[in-house]
């Protein structure tokens, strides 16, 4: 055995070998590419992950109508898919129909 092995190893009253190693070592770059890894990269992939289920979970929960979740459908006897245009045209009506309503109220106080 070297030298500095020999420093590292002892023997123990019972008899048997006892190893000892430096609880830290200098870095090296594969030890900073190890701790980048770890700290970086598998969060990243663990957010992605966790992503996609959530978008799964969703897809499943709407398509098969668990928990009373659905869609609403498009089309012949649901929502027409002008509503959106009926339903600003019913804004803007009731919109005019009170500013016409308080012209009227200013012009009888007068």
Known sequence: MSASVRSNISASSTGALIQREAWYRNPTFLWILKAAAINF????????????????????????????????????????????????KSIEAQIKHEKNKEKDELLLLD
Do not use: C, H
């Not at 992950?49 to 959530?54: I, K, P, T, Y």
């Open 41 to 88: 990269v598998l969060p990243f992939f663990n957010g992605v992950m966790l992503g996609f289920g959530e978008i799964l979970a969703n897809e499943a929960i709407f398509k098969y109508g668990w928990f009373g979740y659905s869609r609403p459908q498009l089309g012949i006897n649901a929502i027409p898919a002008s509503s959106t245009k009926d339903y600003r």
